[in-house]
């Protein structure tokens, strides 16, 4: 079993920084991907970012530029640094370890951006 906790959200003006926590704790496990998805109020889920345990980064065209996804093995954590921040950026973040092909949720943290 994998536990997942996500932490680092809160509210922040537009044009301003957060950077997003992720991590997997449990044992005899390796995490191959960790990735950050989204939903805003009313809207479904989406992706945001992932990284790969070697290092490979994908990111929504949404939040390229912008948004930066990190990870440190040793510690099974990885890191969302999300910069120019916009409204509609507002919306509760969840953390995704991959883990065999089976994907082990957060509860999420929430972002909301606004003045």
């Known amino acids: 079993q994998v536990q997942v906790v996500e932490s680092g959200g809160g509210l922040v003006q537009p044009g301003g920084s957060l950077r997003l926590s992720c991590a997997a704790s449990?044992?005899?496990?390796?995490?191959?991907?960790m990735d950050w998805h989204r939903q805003a109020p009313g809207k479904q889920r989406e992706f945001v970012a992932q990284?790969?345990?070697?290092?490979?980064?994908t990111y929504a065209d949404s939040v390229k530029g912008r948004f930066t996804v990190s990870r440190d093995n040793a510690k099974n954590t990885a890191y969302l640094q999300m910069n120019s921040l916009k409204p509609d950026d507002t919306a509760v973040y969840y953390c995704?370890?991959?883990?065999?092909?089976?994907?082990?949720w957060g509860q999420g943290t929430q972002v909301t951006v606004s003045s």
């Open positions: 449990g044992s005899g496990f390796s995490i191959n991907t």
């Open positions: 990284i790969t345990r070697g290092g490979s980064v």
């Open positions: 995704a370890a991959g883990v065999v092909g089976f994907n082990y």
